[in-house]
C-alpha cells in the first residue's frame, strides 16, 4: 500500500498572508491541528501547527518584559512586532514525502522526527494531498472479512473477470494468503498486486501459479 492510496487530497491549506486568527478558526472549524501553507502556484512553502500557537503564546510576555527593560535601560532593540500572519509563524523545514512511498516509509518518518503528518508532495513541490498518524493506523483495522470480500469479489470477479471459485483467498490478521491456478502470468501479477493495495492489507502471500507448455509455474514471491 503506498501513501497516495490512503492520504487525503485536495487537504486544507491557507496561504502566508492568512491572518493568524483565520488560520485557528480554521483549524477549529475543520478539526485539524495543522495546516500545510502555499504559495499563489500551489506549491508548499511551510506548515502552520497548533505547536507554532503554543510556542507563540508561551513567549508573549516573556518578550514583553525583555522589551520593557531594554526599553528603561536605553538598551537593546525595539520590541518584537507582533506576529499577525501564517509566514511569520509558520515552520518551513517541512519534512514531506512523496505519494509512491510505502505507509512503511511514512510511518519510520513520523515516528523518527515525532511529527503528526506529513503532506505528500509532487513534481515541482506541488501539494498533493496529506497524510496523518491517523490515517496510516485506520488503513490498517479494517476486518479481515471485509479485506476477503473486496478480494473476491472487487478484484477477482469484477476487475479480473474470474472465477471466484479458483482462487483460494484466506485472511488472517491483515494477512492475505493467495492460491490457485490461472491461466496467465499477467492474471497472476495484478491479483497480488491489486490485493496488496487495499487498505488493511499488511502483506501478501502468494502461492498462485499459472502454466506454460502444461509445465505450473509459481507466480512471484511474498510481497
Given at each position: 500500500m503506498k501513501v497516495r492510496d490512503i492520504m487525503t487530497?485536495?487537504?486544507i491549506s491557507v496561504r502566508g498572508d492568512t491572518t493568524l486568527k483565520e488560520a485557528a478558526r480554521i483549524m477549529v472549524r475543520h478539526k485539524v491541528s495543522g495546516l500545510p501553507v502555499i504559495d499563489e502556484a500551489g506549491r508548499l512553502v511551510g506548515i502552520i501547527t497548533e505547536g507554532d500557537f503554543l510556542r507563540r503564546e508561551a513567549t508573549r510576555d516573556q518578550t514583553y518584559r525583555i522589551s520593557l527593560l531594554?526599553?528603561?535601560?536605553?538598551?537593546?532593540d525595539p520590541a518584537l512586532p507582533v506576529a499577525e500572519h501564517v509566514a511569520q509563524v509558520m515552520t518551513t523545514d517541512v519534512f514531506t514525502i512523496e505519494g509512491n512511498a510505502s505507509l512503511g516509509e511514512a510511518a519510520r518518518l513520523m515516528a523518527g522526527h515525532s511529527i503528526k503528518r506529513l503532506p505528500?508532495?509532487?513534481p515541482d513541490e506541488m501539494l498533493e494531498g496529506i497524510i496523518s498518524r491517523a490515517d496510516i493506523v485506520n488503513a490498517f483495522t479494517k476486518p479481515?472479512?471485509?479485506?476477503?470480500?473486496e478480494v473476491r469479489e472487487d478484484i477477482v470477479r469484477r476487475l479480473l473477470f474470474l472465477d471466484p471459485d479458483t482462487v483460494q483467498v484466506a485472511v488472517a490478521d491483515g494477512v492475505v494468503r493467495l492460491g490457485g491456478e490461472l491461466e496467465h502470468r499477467s492474471e497472476v501479477h495484478l491479483l497480488e498486486e491489486l490485493t496488496r493495495r487495499i487498505e488493511g492489507v499488511v502483506r501478501v502471500d502468494s502461492d498462485l501459479t499459472y502454466r506454460i507448455d502444461d509445465r505450473k509455474i509459481?507466480?512471484?514471491s511474498p510481497i
Open positions: 487530497t485536495d487537504p531594554d526599553a528603561l535601560f536605553g538598551e537593546g505528500v508532495i509532487g479481515d472479512d471485509v479485506i476477503e470480500d509459481p507466480g512471484t
